[in-house]
């Protein structure tokens, strides 16, 4: 069996991943480890990870020498997959099965996490808890690849000879978070310069020197990755990037045509979802009004291209409004009233000659190779596969938790929008531009150097405040280190001290770094849960 279909018939088992019988046809057929299924006891385990769990976990396959190397299904006494029932979990399991592989669903066996165990050799042999999603409705293909690198026969196609270790070294390349982000980004920056050359803004939308529309081609790729969050949170419906359905609802849509300049998803989708609805109160939306309403961003427009125009706004009704300058329409007047003059950059304009041309196959278009040797100034990349963004979009796996130093999904988090920022400006800069397109995906400040240098700007801070406040306090930079480590053990301040550390507010400890201000309030927010523990 080809690789391709391999995959396939993972796809297909992770799609049906309702109650255990699946999953023992993936590892045991599939991933080619050995049938074990054999109960554990939970004798002798703290009452947290006891009391996590509906069922004993079971060790139902092994793999390697002597099938040393173990997966457990464990299943959660909760409807939901929470990370801090499955923690004491592991922490427990761990004593015992050191190669492992993690299994966790919910009581209904409908949402899936496999978790794989790193340890950060960085941080004094520090766990790594890094997950792979599985539940309905989540894009399955990050997950189906990466799943499928856990094929024993991709170590030894004879399956003789593997050590538990080759295979633990194997998952923690398969649950390596970053590769899955390079991927993405490197997808998506082939999009770019594939855009470029499709799409055309209006004539007061910066235009480079090459005559390309950057800088709009990268805003409208960051407010469609921070819709899809929006979505992933259930506030925008999966029907405004459903191609069959948006077949049912739109004109003139057809994104296979890759020689047609029709923007009509672009237009009455996009541009009605930026401007009309997240930039609007949700009882000031509505269409504009023949002849009348110029200018006015805040109603809708392009209703002839919906099929049944009356039923169009409620496609919109329920996305609440997003109080926040990334969709504030760009277009405005600037003349007087004698003198009327107007600058149009998104153009969400009812004038055609006002309008930008962003072709409907740039979103939904089959893949395609196309030639991006000068793109990126190596021959190398004349033959690129190339895809509709929406279809990018749906490959992989965005998760609204974001990452920790410990705890990581492998999956698109909420910082990524940040990073392609990042990326594509330093792509487009004519002092950056060379570089940065040839080390795609390396243009931002990677995550542990930010969790460094909050958790270093905190502590320095708290230090001074707590030597100020109680001058008499021993080894305060040492202990303050003990609360920001990322583990289970309780804190080591008096009560006096307590009370002296919660007396520094939040807001005033994260001014003391601006840029990653939530990163900053997350860390103080863990470290003063530790603080109130037992008071």
């Known amino acids: 069996m080809s690789r391709p279909e391999r995959q396939q018939n993972v796809l297909e088992l992770l799609k049906g991943l309702r109650g255990i019988e699946p999953l023992k046809q993936l590892f045991w057929s599939e991933l080619n480890y050995q049938r074990v299924n054999q109960p554990l006891s939970r004798r ?40 801090g029932f499955e923690r004491p979990v592991v922490t427990q399991l761990l004593r015992e099965h050191p190669y492992a592989l993690f299994v966790f669903s919910n009581q209904g066996q409908a949402d899936w996490h496999f978790l794989n165990v790193k340890y950060d050799e960085q941080a004094e042999r520090r766990r790594l808890f890094r997950r792979i999603t599985v539940r309905p409705g989540a894009g399955l293909r990050t997950a189906t690849e990466r799943v499928q690198l856990l094929d024993l026969a991709e170590i030894n196609p004879e399956l003789f000879g593997i050590t538990p270790l080759a295979i633990q070294q194997r998952c923690d390349a398969a649950f390596d978070v970053e590769t899955v982000t390079k991927d993405f980004f490197r997808e998506i920056a082939n999009w770019y310069f594939w855009a470029l050359k499709n799409v ?9 020197a090459d005559g390309h529309d950057h800088i709009s ?34 004109t003139g849509f057809e994104p296979t045509k890759t020689s047609d300049k029709e923007s009509v998803f672009y237009k009455a989708i996009l541009q009605n979802l930026f401007f009309a609805t997240l930039n609007t109160e949700m009882d000031q939306r509505g269409w504009t009004k023949e002849e009348q309403n110029f200018m006015a961003h805040s109603l809708y427009r392009f209703r002839e291209s919906f099929q ?37 950059i998104d153009g969400f304009s009812r004038r055609e000659d006002s309008q930008p041309i962003v072709p409907d196959f740039l979103f939904f278009g089959p893949e395609c ?11 190398k990349f004349r033959r690129v596969q190339v895809r509709g963004l929406i279809h990018i979009f749906n490959r992989y796996n965005f998760t609204v938790e974001e990452n920790t130093p410990i705890e990581q999904e492998v999956a698109l988090d909420p910082e990524l929008s940040g990073k392609v920022f990042e990326n594509l400006l330093a792509a487009y800069n004519p002092e950056t531009g060379a570089t940065a397109r ?35 306090a021993k080894d305060v930079e040492a202990r303050l280190r003990h609360l920001f ?47 109130s523990v037992g008071q």
């Open 308 to 344: 049944k125009p009356n039923e169009a706004l409620a496609l919109f009704k329920n996305i609440p409004f997003l109080n926040g300058g990334l969709f504030e329409c760009l277009d405005k007047p600037i003349g007087s009233k004698e003198k009327p003059e107007y600058v149009r």
């Open 217 to 250: 081609v990268i805003r409208l790729i960051t407010r469609l990755i921070f819709c899809w969050f929006v979505k992933e949170k259930g506030l925008i419906p999966d029907t405004l990037f459903d191609e069959r359905k948006l077949a049912q609802t739109l």
């Open 44 to 83: 002798g385990w703290t009452e947290s990870a006891s009391q996590a769990l509906a069922d004993d976990p079971v060790l139902f396959a092994g793999g390697g020498e002597d099938n040393a190397f173990h997966v457990i299904y464990c299943r959660l006494a909760s409807d939901a997959l929470s990370r």
């Open 369 to 379: 190779e196309v030639d991006l040797s000068a793109d990126y100034g190596d021959k």
């Open 200 to 208: 055309r803004f209006p004539k007061d939308a910066p235009k480079e």
């Open 485 to 531: 480590a990322y583990n289970d053990e309780p804190h080591q301040f008096t009560p006096q001290e307590v009370d002296a550390l919660k007396t520094m507010s939040c807001a005033s400890c994260a001014c003391c770094l601006q840029p990653p201000r939530m990163m900053t309030r997350r860390r103080i927010s863990t470290s003063w849960r530790k603080l």
């Open 438 to 472: 040839k080390q795609t995906g390396s243009f931002f400040t990677p995550r542990e150097i930010v969790n460094y240098m909050v958790d270093e700007a905190l502590i320095a801070y708290l230090k001074t405040k707590l030597e100020t406040a109680l001058p008499t």
